[in-house]
């Protein structure tokens, strides 16, 4: 007998404005609202994983596709707040809400990049390649020390993922990288931002040496 794919299972929705998790990564969170102490009391009793969801402002709503978190320390303070620590697991997409309060529950399908069809390793060296001269720039521009962190991953998906989770004030870009299921095309998107950054940099840097060449 042939068995689905497709798993599908109910999942604790926590909706976050601005915030966008991927696979991987950290996200410390501060939980004061009393239905997320519920949901979170309720979490730590089962599997410790639920759904975050960038909410979207502009339509009044949740977006469809997140990632799951999974909480790996917590620390309980005062009036039942609590300090949680959480790390990116699998992404997903919301089929349906089977509940919406205290706080949402959704039902959740899973989802995955597509498989390669091509070679990863000449996209992922070109955004890694892109990344030194964007830190190498910003260093010479601020004239302060910045080095990437040794824990940058080398596989061309978590690599996607680190790029897209580091890219700041654009959440509606990493929504956008996030719902992508083709590590090629996200690499590709990847590489765009991070070109438009080197060169707005680089045009800054010869600025500021060309002032002081000027007034030496």
Request: glycine residues 4%; negative net charge; contains cysteine.
């Amino acid at each position: 007998m042939a068995t689905s794919s497709i798993a599908v299972r109910e999942l604790p929705i926590f909706p976050l404005p601005e915030v966008v998790l991927f696979p991987g990564r950290p996200l410390p969170l501060h939980i004061f609202e009393f239905r997320y102490r519920m949901m979170m009391n309720t979490v730590l009793e089962s599997d410790r994983r639920f759904g975050v969801l960038m909410w979207d402002q502009v339509q009044g709503k949740p977006a469809l596709v997140g990632c799951c978190a999974e909480i790996v320390q917590f620390h309980r303070l005062p009036d039942d707040r609590m300090k949680v620590w959480t790390l990116g697991q699998q992404r997903f997409r919301v089929l349906e809400y089977v509940r919406e309060k205290p706080y949402r529950v959704g039902l959740v399908e899973w989802i995955e990049d597509h498989p390669p069809v091509q070679d990863l390793r000449p996209l992922s060296n070109n955004v890694s390649q892109l990344l030194q001269d964007v830190v190498r720039l910003s260093a010479k521009l601020t004239g302060q020390e910045i080095e990437l962190p040794e824990t940058i991953p080398d596989l061309p998906t978590e690599l996607s993922y680190w790029v897209a989770s580091n890219l700041y004030g654009v959440a509606d870009e990493q929504q956008s990288l996030l719902e992508m299921q083709d590590t090629a095309a996200r690499l590709d998107r990847e590489a765009e931002i991070l070109t438009s950054t080197r060169n707005h940099l680089a045009a800054r840097t010869v600025l500021k040496d060309t002032l002081g060449d000027t007034s030496a």
